[in-house]
């Protein structure tokens, strides 16, 4: 027998149940034997389900799990001999034909499919895709819609519990509507639930605030992942019937030029790796460096990147990267940015292997900020202020980069970002607008000042108890600062977000000054420097000939002899502490090449883990998933955050170490 015999004899045999639950119930004896008989067939009805696919069976799946919810709160009727049974058995019986319904439109589809139709079922003039972050957001807002209503039904407010319905109706049929312009059946995966909780809502005192809770939930289940699922299905089944190819220039419209990208550019160095995209460093014809960011096209990434090069688009600031064109090469989108030489902020701190000064972290608040006030004037909220996404030109601009999560608009809902940056209102899932940039600025002034945010030692998940309930984080050591500084990341950080101050009012405080912008080009050389350092250390010709002590220099002849032999043996001394301070790391098994990291004589696992993930790239979101583990005589350990790497090689010089996501 196939699952759909299955499960039509046990839904059969529900049937057959509720109709002797009536009859018993109508003359009022026998039905408490019927509770251990619907209990059986309903598990013998999941069990039927267990062969199906989640995506491709998601309405069949939803509506089996309403029939059990259903006869699971008929045995609870029966046990605590309720008034409401028949009710509840005819409000089964027709969850129950909703699930007759539902397999015997997927023998119809599957049919259609069968005979070659799908093509016409899924033709694209009549169906599109499901715009997914607008059904998040809509589901977002039911939830809270929710809460009131249960509120009010604990209230006994029949009032509240009308408004509050009707606006829980309004979100539904906005969900509805979208389904229907896009093809698909969204009424069907939701009317179960609005007709329970329309009951409720007529006579709330029938009920207890638990069943009505429990209503609530699989409504916004419905609501969030059962739809969710289904509108992903849609989709993909979309993209499978139309390719890619020939749905992208109607997302991407006019965006896209149909330029060959070869032909204009020559790719050259990987700038950075991200979960969009890989970004390269790119030579044009006409002897101009652009950035190009290289994002695969799929339906992953075609709405967020077709979002984020309309919102580029639309910017022209000194303080944003300025946006050129885009192309399609293969099945690739080549987005041409603005070329930064000196890469983000972060980067910088990594090349230094600390923190910034005051003096330049100054001029890069003021610059920002200017962004922040362009950006904020044009009703645009950045939603990702964080030193990577700070980048510096050879001039000492400073560029606002990154909007793939940014938004238009002046109140928000959506969590997004990376949460170590995250304002706590964003956090707690509350309305936010542009101040929480504000406070992801403030979180980034500590970063630069530490190299490292507020709670970094924490996992991401984590870090979200910290932000909402603790106090605002402050500088580890506010003797080291200014006290100007110091009251700066004060008044971004306050946790009120009405009592934060914005960009135009932030610009007028004396921490941040137009006159320092020169410190800039001071930083630039610094950073010219140092690379100009690690590839002199890098190259053993250029390393040979700088590390000479006797040179004809007229600077070296006028050091006596004695502290040349002495400058010789501390960079001597100095190359093999370096030598022996980097250790051998795999990324996810033994079998990849291995890289150098520099660890420093007494940093810990903790430490070392970061410089892992900039080493190897690892997205902020994922860094996460991965640990640390030692390997040694073919037994492999797991490193705990408190050990020593340097300490474990010393004593296992054949060891070497694996960066990969944990077991």
Request: charge should be neutral.
């Amino acid at each position: 027998m196939s699952w759909k015999d299955d499960l039509q004899s046990c839904l059969n045999l529900l049937v057959r149940d509720l109709k002797d639950l009536r009859d018993a119930t109508e003359s009022g004896s026998g039905k408490e034997k019927f509770s251990s008989h619907i209990g059986l067939h309903v598990s013998q009805m999941m069990e039927s389900i267990l062969p199906l696919f989640e995506e491709e069976h998601q309405q069949i799946i939803d509506s089996v799990n309403i029939v059990k919810q259903s006869s699971m709160g008929i045995i609870i009727a029966i046990t605590q001999n309720k008034d409401n049974l028949r009710g509840l058995i005819k409000e089964s019986a027709g969850h129950i034909k909703n699930v007759m319904a539902c397999v015997k439109e997927f023998d119809c589809s599957s049919s259609a499919e069968d005979s070659g139709s799908l093509s016409s079922s899924m033709d694209s003039s009549t169906m599109k895709m499901v715009d997914i972050e607008t059904t998040k957001k809509i589901g977002s807002q039911a939830k809270d819609v929710m809460l009131e209503l249960h509120k009010a039904h604990k209230a006994k407010d029949q009032d509240k519990m009308k408004k509050s319905l009707t606006k829980l109706l309004e979100y539904c049929k906005e969900l509805i509507e979208i389904g229907n312009n896009c093809g698909v059946d969204v009424k069907k995966v939701l009317a179960a639930h609005l007709l329970k909780v329309d009951e409720i809502c007529k006579s709330p005192n029938s009920f207890s605030e638990d069943e009505f809770q429990n209503v609530l939930k699989d409504l916004h289940k419905s609501m969030g992942k059962s739809l969710h699922k289904t509108f992903t299905s849609h989709n993909q089944k979309l993209a499978s019937a139309s390719p890619t190819s020939s749905g992208d220039a109607k997302l991407l419209g006019a965006q896209i030029d149909r330029k060959d990208p070869t032909e204009l550019f020559t790719l050259s160095r990987k700038l950075g790796e991200g979960s969009s995209g890989t970004v390269y460093a790119a030579l044009a014809k006409n002897g101009k460096v652009f950035a190009i960011k290289r994002v695969p096209l799929n339906l992953k990434t075609v709405g967020s990147t077709s979002k984020e090069i309309k919102f580029m688009r639309q910017l022209q600031h000194d303080n944003t990267l300025s946006y050129y064109n885009c192309y399609k090469k293969g099945q690739e989108i080549w987005i041409v940015m603005e070329y930064c030489e000196c890469g983000s902020v972060q980067g910088i701190m990594e090349q230094f292997g600390k923190g910034l000064d005051e003096k330049y972290i100054s001029p890069i608040t003021f610059q920002v900020l200017c962004g922040l006030k362009y950006l904020h004037g044009k009703e645009k909220i950045h939603r990702d202020i964080k030193a990577a996404n700070l980048l510096l030109t050879a001039e000492g601009v400073v560029k606002i980069a990154d909007f793939g999560t940014s938004a238009d608009g002046t109140i928000r809902t959506t969590i997004i970002g990376s949460s170590y940056w995250m304002a706590p209102e964003t956090l707690d899932q509350q309305l936010y607008d542009h101040k929480a940039d504000i406070w992801s600025l403030g979180i980034t002034l500590i970063e630069m000042a530490e190299k490292d945010p507020p709670y970094s030692h924490l996992e991401p998940h984590e870090v979200v108890r910290e932000v909402v309930h603790l106090a605002a984080p402050t500088l580890k050591q506010p003797h080291k600062w200014t006290v100007i500084f110091r009251e700066f990341v004060k008044y971004c950080l306050l946790k009120d977000p009405t009592k934060r101050l914005d960009a135009i009012t932030l610009l007028k405080h004396p921490f941040v000054s137009p006159s320092e912008q020169t410190m800039l080009k001071e930083l630039v050389a610094e950073v010219n420097a140092c690379k100009d350092h690690t590839l002199a250390q890098n190259n053993p010709k250029l390393k040979e000939q700088n590390n000479k002590p006797f040179s004809s220099a007229g600077s070296d002849l006028n050091i006596p002899l004695a502290n040349r032999r002495s400058q010789k043996r501390e960079l001597n001394n100095n190359s093999a502490r370096e030598t022996e301070n980097r250790l051998k790391v795999h990324l996810g098994s033994a079998e990849t090449t291995s890289k150098r990291i520099v660890v420093e004589p007494n940093g810990d696992v903790l430490a070392f883990l970061d410089k892992c993930r900039f080493n190897f790239k690892i997205p902020d979101e994922e860094h996460h998933l991965y640990s640390l583990y030692f390997v040694f005589d073919n037994q492999e350990f797991k490193m705990k955050n408190n050990d020593l790497p340097l300490k474990w090689i010393k004593e296992n010089q054949n060891g070497y170490f694996i960066y990969k996501k944990s077991n």
